[in-house]
């Protein structure tokens, strides 16, 4: 079965600093790679996806993420954070055999003014 | 509009009491549909999924139960609730390429 490991479970960081939330999965095929994103009091909503093609993919309000297959990673990255950026963050993964997408645990980033 | 209604909001329910848990979605029919549950520290789980009227595949053996009785309805039920139900349940459908919206979700909390 799929897993999906995000490694970095709580992140604080002051604005104006860089961010990079780790994201590896365990599919050796083809993937479908998203990272979804909650802010507080709404929806989970997506933030970036990746199909195939250029392997950096640009997002909603300056994230970008790198897919690199022979890492299984798809990494997630802002270079200066602000403080709406605070959320929880979800990598999530459909693989061939299965459309279903399979999330990660989350990462609660707090960002600080 | 690919709106998810999801209710009740929030839910203090009993141990051993029965649960119900509706989600209606609009948009384009025969959608593909989900249950998720959120608990704090280990992301979304997938309960159940439904490719459509009556089809509902469990990925989580538990004492939940999910039923489909219209093309934009999905249901998450119990008959007896356990403390370890507590959690936020999402309602999610695919808009294609497994990209899901989810709905604003409902708090369950089991005393």
């Known amino acids: 079965a799929q897993s999906v490991s995000q490694h970095n479970h709580h992140v604080i960081l002051s604005e104006a600093a860089s961010l990079e939330l780790g994201c590896n999965y365990s599919?050796?095929?083809?993937?479908?790679l998203f990272w979804y994103v909650q802010y507080p009091g709404q929806h989970l909503q997506l933030l970036l996806k990746?199909?195939?093609?250029?392997?950096l993919v640009k997002g909603i309000k300056g994230f970008e993420a790198e897919f690199i297959k022979s890492k299984f990673s798809f990494n997630l990255r802002k270079p200066s954070v602000q403080w709406s950026d605070t959320a929880e963050y979800f990598c999530?993964?459909?693989?061939?055999?299965?459309?279903?997408?399979?999330f990660g645990r989350g990462t609660s980033l707090i960002v600080h003014p | 509009s690919q709106t998810i209604h999801q209710w009740p909001a929030t839910l203090v329910q009993p141990v051993g009491s029965p649960l119900s848990l509706e989600c209606t979605v609009e948009?384009?029919?025969?959608?593909?549909l989900y249950w998720y549950r959120q608990a704090a520290g280990r992301g979304l789980q997938l309960l159940f999924y439904?490719?459509?009227?009556?089809?509902i595949s469990s990925e989580v053996p538990q004492n939940l139960s999910a039923s489909r009785p219209q093309d934009r309805q999905f249901i998450l039920s119990s008959k007896k609730l356990l403390l370890s139900d507590s959690g936020f349940y999402l309602c999610?459908?695919?808009?294609?390429?497994?990209?899901?919206?989810f709905g604003a979700g409902s708090r369950l909390t089991v005393l």
């Open positions: 999530a993964v459909s693989s061939g055999g299965s459309y279903i997408p399979t």
């Open positions: 599919y050796g095929g083809t993937v479908n």
């Open positions: 990746y199909f195939s093609g250029d392997p």
């Open positions: 948009g384009t029919s025969n959608p593909n």
């Open positions: 439904s490719v459509g009227i009556g089809q």
């Open positions: 999610a459908r695919d808009d294609g390429a497994n990209v899901l919206t």
